[in-house]
């Protein structure tokens, strides 16, 4: 008989290595021992290696397996299995950025929307449209440097949240780079582990002309001042003034904003 797994992708995996012939394995509400040659795996929304692979075989050979895989003999489309295998990987919270991107994109090409592939998840709609714009925007070269983060994020690395908001702020902004200047864009707000919160104001620099190279020393007259700057398009476009102007002059307290300007968070 053939399987169809639909959780536990690294217990077979570590279970293959060891060189067992049969897994337990819940099937369709009961628990059985399958051998491993008659279960399929469909694609895993996981993209690189399990380093912990090998822990998990220790722990197996030390305690046996402590909860067994999931499979079922009725055939599912992919999205049925990426979405139990990418809950899996949540749970354990090593599914990176652009993984659960690629996933949510899946239920798109499938014709979810955000609402139901959150749903299906089981994570807030607004992740759903931040994992969108990761997977869809961000660089390929940048990937593997953003990363979930509630504090202070590593070295070299983008938070989740940062690199959402540097997508989307390119995107309202009309900010088009060719691809050198962008690769030195992202790299610039690794380097210098630049928060959601200054985004904006960087991505004005970029708009009002100011070259990628030069970021480091304009951001330094901005700094500290404008870490909390918020302005919308729509309304800076009533200036008449050159945009780096505008920006200096409200923010240096010379210049009061438009009513519908908004100092703080938006």
């Known amino acids: 008989m053939k399987y169809y797994l639909i959780c536990g992708t690294r217990r077979l995996s570590a279970y293959k290595k060891l060189g067992y012939q049969t897994i337990p394995t819940m099937v369709d509400g009961g628990l059985k021992e399958i051998p491993l040659n008659e279960i399929t795996i469909p694609q895993n929304p996981r993209l690189h290696k399990d380093k912990e692979l090998s822990r998990l075989m220790n722990d197996i050979k030390n305690r046996g397996l402590l909860q067994p895989i999931v499979a079922t003999i009725h055939k599912h489309n992919q999205t049925f299995f990426l979405s139990n295998g990418t809950a ?11 993984e659960l991107g690629k996933v949510c994109d899946s239920y798109y090409q499938d014709g979810c929307n955000d609402k139901e ?3 299906i998840l ?3 709609p607004n992740r759903v449209k931040r994992a969108l714009r990761i997977y869809n925007q961000v660089p390929e070269e940048i990937h593997q440097h953003i990363e979930f983060s509630a504090g202070r994020i590593d070295e070299g690395k983008i938070s989740f949240s940062t690199a959402s908001s540097l997508a989307k702020e390119l995107s309202i902004w009309d900010v088009n780079l060719n691809k050198e200047d962008l690769l030195n864009l ?4 690794r ?3 630049i928060g959601s919160l200054e985004t904006k104001l960087i991505v004005l620099m970029i708009k009002s002309g100011i070259p990628i190279n030069k970021l480091k020393d304009e951001r330094r007259k901005y700094a500290v001042k404008t870490i909390r700057f918020v302005v ?3 309304e800076l476009e009533k200036y008449e003034d050159p945009l780096p102007e505008v920006i200096e002059s409200i923010v240096n307290g010379e210049r009061e904003p438009n009513k519908k300007l908004i100092i703080g968070r938006e």
């Open 191 to 193: 380097m210098y582990r």
């Open 117 to 119: 592939t959150a749903s």
């Open 232 to 234: 919308r398009k729509i």
């Open 186 to 189: 992202w790299n610039f707000f």
């Open 122 to 124: 089981n994570i807030p």
């Open 88 to 98: 899996e990987n949540l749970h354990r919270k090593n599914l990176s950025p652009f």
